[in-house]
């Protein structure tokens, strides 16, 4: 009796704690290793997210294909990524995700880095460019060509890990890479190659990679109180870096294995943190549309051209600005 006692409790304690380790209050976040999606390390930290009941973790992951998985299987329930880079294929009007908010834009923190035997980007024709697929500075790149008359079809394209850019730097005969930091910086300061540099950067076309905050739809409808909560807490970090940058490298520096200088300097010179005020003119007020709904187009267009996406998504399905509008400003 003791025995069955005992084992029935044990499977009571383990139905509790699958419970409460799948309860309605957590996120299970998938992100590149981007310095933009900090705000989520620092909310954590802070202690934001325990002091709204939150249950929060995230976890680095490059790969687009893999992380789309995950949230058609249910394992996530956010990613966060470029608007291009969600728009990117298989997606398509019925694939899991929906934008909930911004939480940066790319300044300086993507491009594309080459040595002294490429002058302009048409001296790129024929060469090989190394890149992972679907990446922002792959738009860039597709930018730069068209304004040259060539596309991406006149390059030949070799695919890599954005992690590889350093180690694939160092052979001569690929071209050029489209990456991103602090991957970029780390290749061009360690590279022996003559006049190595940056060809284009973001910074040279504002307003066109904004990273977004990204939700699975089942549960951002039986859950929108959870969001709401998720989003203020991101703001609340996105005030704070502001307000104390030096704290904000500190801490930091310990998520992303960079020292506090290396944080701060890719900071200053290549993303800018979307405040909440920011963010709600991105999204829009309810019933209307932000800024974001226009610069979705435009990258959806560019995806299309270039082959990275497969289907035409109309931004006013793939955008949904009901719970940043409940957010309050501190």
């Not at 951002?220 to 704290?247: H, M, Q, S, T």
Request: charged content about 25%.
């Amino acid at each position: 009796m003791k025995s069955s006692l005992r084992i029935a409790l044990s499977a009571a304690l383990v139905l509790a704690s699958s419970q409460f380790a799948f309860s309605a209050d957590q996120i299970r976040i998938l992100a590149p290793t981007w310095l933009g999606f900090a705000p989520v390390h620092i909310a954590s930290d802070l202690g934001c997210f325990a002091g709204k009941d939150l249950d929060v973790s995230i976890k680095f992951e490059d790969d687009l294909t893999n992380v789309m998985a995950a949230m058609a299987r249910g394992d996530i329930e956010m990613q966060m990524r470029s608007v291009g880079e969600y728009q990117g294929r298989p997606r398509d009007a019925s694939t899991p995700g929906i934008i909930i908010g911004t939480i940066d834009e790319s300044v300086g923190g993507d491009g594309i880095i080459i040595d002294d035997q490429i002058k302009t980007v048409a001296d790129l024709k024929g060469k090989v460019v190394a890149a992972e697929p679907n990446i922002p500075s792959r738009l860039l790149l597709q930018m730069e060509l068209k304004q040259a008359g060539l596309s991406l079809k006149d390059l030949q394209i070799k695919d890599i890990a954005t992690a590889n850019t350093g180690a694939v730097f160092v052979d001569d005969s690929i071209a050029a890479i489209a990456t991103y930091e602090p991957f970029m910086s780390q290749a061009l300061k360690a590279s022996t190659r003559p006049g190595a540099r940056m060809l284009v950067s973001s910074k040279d076309h504002r307003g066109i990679i904004i990273d977004a905050i990204i939700v699975r739809n089942d549960d951002f409808k039986a859950n929108p109180d959870k969001y709401a909560k998720f989003l203020g807490c991101i703001y609340e970090a996105v005030d704070f870096l502001k307000a104390e940058p030096g704290k904000f490298a500190d801490m930091a520096s310990k998520h992303f294995g960079l020292t506090p200088a290396e944080v701060t300097e890719i900071v200053d010179s290549s993303l800018s943190y979307t405040t909440l005020a920011e963010s709600l003119a991105y999204m829009g007020k309810p019933g209307e549309k932000g800024t974001l709904h226009g610069i979705f187009d435009t990258v959806m267009d560019l995806n299309l051209e270039n082959g990275a996406a497969d289907n035409k998504l109309v931004a006013t399905d793939q955008i949904d600005n009901s719970v940043i509008n409940k957010v309050s400003a501190k």
